[in-house]
């Protein structure tokens, strides 16, 4: 055996064989016998305390929807015995059971004051006083007719740190919900719009969790979208473009020298490999009259947004004048 565990285990015996140890021990005895006593007493007398209830709806046909947010809980101060109190809030998860048939009609749920101090009451048992609810009634209102599909428009101010782009448009999962009403204006309803939110400085792709903008009488089902927020790295390229003059007189011509100019842009790096061919430059045959030297200026005439910092990087080539 170990000689730190013979040790200890000596020294625990002959510390249990002392005098003081009993003492100890008969004192920690006797005070958690009378903490238990005061404890069962404290339970019969009357006491407060607040529980959160679950509420059920049961027997909902497959066909209805609910237009109206239903509570999933309420918050209720309950004065009874202690014992009471343990035993129906504390050592069960107390609810409340509502049967859809018997209290939903001409799509409306209705759960009146009094419904809902008979299942309190219920719950709690006869002699529990309710102190105080969170809601005391409910009134929901429900639809059996069919919903329609509708696509989702993102609303949001997304921007990206430096060094990095938004690349591509946002993307919602998924990208359209089914909108429920008890009206008619579902005929009207063609989009959905997420609420309005911001993200700035994003330096990577991005994920968020966006709830449908809440509009009156209509419920969408999902209620909320995953938003994606493509985010790519910029990365520096440079192209070879051809020169165009342009505002060239009837029966003249210029040669170009050279008639390709370098391009510089940053663009982001999943589309570092892609041809760029929507970007033209040009030169303006009136800027030789009006500036009178050797060389004449190149200026970008279109390129594609996504494009970031686009400079030409030769930005002037030599000409000559020709007669055709």
């Known amino acids: 055996m170990d000689p730190l565990l013979s040790d200890a285990k000596g020294r625990w015996k002959r510390l249990k064989a002392t005098s003081g140890f009993h003492s100890a021990a008969i004192f920690l005895a006797c005070v958690l016998t009378a903490a238990l006593f005061w404890y069962i007493l404290a339970l019969n007398d009357n006491m407060q305390d607040g529980f959160f209830v679950k509420i059920n709806i049961n027997d909902v046909p497959k066909n209805v929807t609910f237009i109206s947010d239903v509570p999933d809980k309420v918050y209720v101060t309950i004065r009874d015995k202690g014992t009471s109190l343990m035993r129906h809030g504390r050592l069960k998860d107390p609810s409340i059971d509502i049967d859809f048939r018997r209290y939903a009609a001409n799509g409306v749920l209705r759960y009146r004051r009094a419904d809902m101090m ?45 060094g ?13 919900v089914v909108a429920y009403s008890t009206s008619e204006n579902l005929d009207t309803l063609h989009r959905a719009y997420t609420v309005h939110f911001e993200r700035l400085g994003l330096s990577e792709s991005t994920k968020m969790e966006v709830r449908i903008r809440p509009m009156a009488g209509i419920r969408t089902i999902p209620d909320e979208v995953q938003v994606r927020i493509p985010v790519e790295t910029l ?37 570092f490999n892609e041809d760029e061919t929507d970007i033209e430059v040009y030169v303006d045959y009136e800027d030789i009259e009006r500036l009178r030297t050797k060389r004449i200026p190149v200026r970008i005439a279109k390129h594609p947004e996504s494009l970031v910092n686009v400079s030409v990087v030769n930005d002037s080539v030599e000409y000559t004048i020709v007669k055709d």
Not at 143 to 156: A, E, F, L, Q, S
């Open 164 to 176: 990095f782009v938004i690349a591509g448009r946002l993307i919602s999962d998924p990208v359209s």
């Open 118 to 162: 008979a299942a309190l009451r219920n719950t709690f048992g006869t002699n529990a006083t309710v102190s105080s609810i969170s809601i005391d009634s409910i009134r929901l209102d429900y639809t059996t007719n069919p919903g329609k599909r509708i696509p989702v428009v993102i609303d949001g101010d997304v921007g990206a740190a430096s």
């Open 235 to 271: 990365v520096h390229k440079v192209v070879s473009v051809n020169v165009e003059p342009v505002n060239v007189p009837a029966g003249k011509g210029l040669l170009l020298f050279p008639s390709k100019v370098n391009v510089g842009f940053y663009v982001p790096m999943n589309r």
